[in-house]
Structure formats: structure tokens, C-alpha cells
């Protein structure tokens, strides 16, 4: 069983920042081939943001926040992080982290954990 949990939510300025954090946790070993933030909106279905390949850092990104939002790991801590960067109201939303065996994928379904998610409001 892979746990995964999500500080650093909050509230922050239009223009400001704020830094997710993901810590993984397991019972046993396990392959980790990516993580990846998705946020979701109340009556909303849940948006990919972000993912990083465990293995060599490769990166993808959703348009909304390419340039805006930084994804990065810490394998040795199995963390993983989501820096954001200018922030708008429209990036309101719960954000959750994501386990995935698939590499980059930018589909909820091909992740099999998940954190339980943190808030972030952004005012304008």
C-alpha cells in the first residue's frame, strides 16, 4: 500500500507563490515510474497539472501553468514537489499528487495512488 500526503496549500496574492509538497510512503518496495499533481474544482473533473518521471527528471506540463509551474523530485525521500509561480485566481482549486507505473501520463486513470489532497485559493 503506497500512502501519499500533500502539505503546502493556502492562501496566497495573485502574483504570489506557493510550494506543494508530496511525500510517498510504503510497506514495501515499490516502482515509482512517475508522479503527478492534478486539481480539481468542485463539479469538476479532475485536471492533470504536472508529472516527473522518477528515473531521469523529464518533466511535462498542462498549457495553463507551463512556465508558471515547476514539478520536481527527491527520489531519496520519495517527495516530490510542485513550486507555482505567478499565481492566478483561476489556479483555485484542491490539488492532489499521484502515483503512476506509466511514464508521464497525463490521464487520472493510469495513476493508482493518490494523496488526499490540499487546498489552494489564490485572490485577486
Known amino acids: 500500500q503506497v500512502q501519499l500526503v500533500e502539505s503546502g496549500g493556502g492562501l496566497a496574492q495573485a502574483g504570489r507563490s506557493l510550494r506543494l509538497s508530496c511525500a510517498a510512503s510504503?510497506?514495501?518496495?515499490?516502482?515509482?515510474?512517475?508522479m503527478g499533481w492534478f486539481r480539481q474544482a468542485p463539479g469538476k473533473e479532475r485536471e492533470f497539472v504536472a508529472a516527473v518521471s522518477m528515473s531521469d527528471c523529464s518533466t511535462f506540463y498542462a498549457d495553463s501553468v507551463k512556465g508558471r509551474f515547476t514539478i520536481s523530485r527527491d527520489n531519496a525521500k520519495i517527495t516530490v514537489f510542485l513550486q507555482m509561480n505567478s499565481l492566478k485566481p483561476e489556479d483555485t482549486d484542491v490539488y492532489y499528487c499521484?502515483?503512476?507505473?506509466?511514464?508521464?501520463?497525463?490521464?487520472?486513470?493510469?495513476?493508482?495512488?493518490w494523496g488526499q489532497g490540499t487546498q489552494v485559493t489564490v485572490s485577486s
Open positions: 499521484a502515483h503512476s507505473r506509466w511514464m508521464l501520463t497525463v490521464r487520472a486513470g493510469d495513476y493508482d495512488y
Open positions: 510504503a510497506g514495501r518496495t515499490f516502482s515509482t515510474y512517475s
